[in-house]
T-cell receptor, first 113, second 113 residues
Framework: AQKITQTQPGMFVQEKEAVTLDCTYD???????LFWYKQPSSGEMIFLIY??????QNATEGRYSLNFQKARKSANLVISASQLGDSAMYFC??????????FGAGTTVTVRA | DSGVTQTPKHLITATGQRVTLRCSPR?????VYWYQQSLDQGLQFLIQ???????AKGNILERFSAQQFPDLHSELNLSSLELGDSALYFC????????????FGPGTRLTVT
């Protein structure tokens, strides 16, 4: 079965600095998609970024970029120029052709002023 | 605002009862997904519907059932509720199934007492 691992339960980052959130995945499928979601304390799940397994370029969305290293099976999220509003839980997720989205345990990010 | 709506926002009920959670997908989205988020199990995929048909099933208990109606809204029915069913239940929608961005609703927080 596919598995998503986020090894950092919590991180602190200074405002305006960049932070990298680690995510590794395990699948033998060639076709898959990787997602990052943000969950603030209010509880909603906010879609941030998506990377397909066949995409050659790393995905970017504003201050978010996904560092996709296929051979290492990693899909780290980089948040540049952190803001106080970035404080939240961040989830990495993977989807295979069976349409099921599997989530990691999440990483809590706290941005300090 | 993701465009996905869920009602009710909060639900408190007793063990043994039955509840129905409702979800309206974003305009134009054909696929609806249900997820459960609990402290001990994290985020788990329950079930997916695409244009009225069940497409994928995850860790959904037999006491739980779902359907998607012709107007594409979906309902998740939870019966014979147990304390352990207390969780945040999310609905998400996407244009298609599979590797497409899933946009989450605000969730329904279910408390079973």
């Amino acid at each position: 079965a596919q598995k998503i691992t986020q090894t950092q339960p919590g991180m602190f980052v200074q405002e305006k600095e960049a932070v990298t959130l680690d995510c590794t995945y395990d699948t033998s499928d060639q076709s898959y998609g990787l997602f990052w979601y943000k969950q603030p304390s209010s509880g909603e799940m906010i879609f941030l970024i998506y990377q397909g397994s066949y995409d050659e370029q790393n995905a970017t969305e504003g201050r978010y970029s996904l560092n996709f290293q296929k051979a290492r099976k990693s899909a780290n999220l980089v948040i540049s120029a952190s803001q106080l509003g970035d404080s939240a839980m961040y989830f990495c997720a993977m989807i295979l052709n069976d349409y099921k989205l599997s989530f990691g345990a999440g990483t809590t990010v706290t941005v300090r002023a | 605002d993701s465009g996905v709506t869920q009602t009710p926002k909060h639900l408190i009920t007793a063990t043994g009862q039955r509840v129905t959670l409702r979800c309206s997908p974003r305009s134009g989205d054909l696929s609806v997904y249900w997820y459960q988020q609990s402290l001990d199990q994290g985020l788990q995929f329950l079930i997916q519907y695409y244009n009225g048909e069940e497409r994928a099933k995850g860790n959904i208990l037999e006491r739980f059932s779902a359907q998607q109606f012709p107007d594409l809204h979906s309902e998740l029915n939870l019966s014979s509720l147990e304390l352990g069913d207390s969780a945040l239940y999310f609905c998400a929608s996407s244009v298609e199934g599979g590797a497409y961005e899933q946009y989450f609703g605000p969730g329904t927080r279910l408390t079973v007492t």
